[in-house]
């Protein structure tokens, strides 16, 4: 009987111990997790913040392109195009004007010619100019703002995903954090309890000598 009693006093000291290295685990993760909270919550708050200034300066970004840019650099584009066709009409003209001028005049032939080459060079710069501009052009209006408005479309759309997500984030990680608290709090009160009642077990066997 007492080598009975002696083998299920060990196994009892053997559960305490165990019970009693378990709490002192369980402490120290309370605590973590404790001081983990509030750093978790300001973390999540400045996401969800960084979240809501992306998706307002993408909204704000689209709508003042859909209200103003987009137009402005199209009349930049239609402006630019018929500044340069005024230019190629004025030095066409000018050459025009050079030619009769140098019909009715005594210059000589070469300083004719060395003038009318240099006109004529204008021309062919201002024609290259132009066609260059109307390239331009049609790729600003066929091109670049269409894709411009396509990436500020789904600029929003990310953000408005990302905002989802942060908010999503910051409800269910909190959530999760506050209730792997509250079960290790739990699990240390009963193993408060178990460990309680193992020591007054353990009492109970205790043999005189």
Do not use: C, W
Request: charged fraction near 40%.
């Amino acid at each position: 009987l007492r080598a009975d009693l002696l083998a299920g006093a060990g196994k009892i000291d053997e559960a305490i111990a165990d019970l009693e290295t378990d709490a002192r685990i369980a402490e120290v993760a309370i605590v973590q997790i404790e001081q983990e909270l509030p750093r978790l919550e300001r973390s999540l708050e400045l996401d969800l913040a960084s979240a809501e200034q992306a998706h307002r300066n993408a909204t704000e970004d689209l709508s003042r392109f859909l209200e103003s840019d987009r137009q402005n650099d199209a009349k930049a584009a239609d402006f630019t195009l018929r500044d340069a066709e005024n230019r190629l009409r004025y030095v066409r003209e000018e050459l025009e004007q050079l030619k009769k001028m140098y019909r009715n005049n005594d210059l000589t032939e070469e300083t004719e010619e060395i003038v009318l080459k240099r006109q004529q060079d204008a021309v062919d710069r201002t024609e290259f100019d132009l066609t260059q501009i109307r390239r331009n052009r049609e790729n600003t209006l066929n091109i670049v703002l269409p894709r411009k408005e396509s990436t500020l479309r789904q600029e929003k759309e990310r953000t408005m995903l990302a905002l989802a997500k942060a908010k999503n984030d910051q409800a269910l990680s909190l959530s999760q954090k506050r209730l792997e608290l509250e079960k290790l709090k739990l699990g240390r009160e009963r193993s408060r309890e178990k460990l309680a009642k193992l020591r007054h077990d353990r009492e109970l066997m205790t043999i005189d000598a």
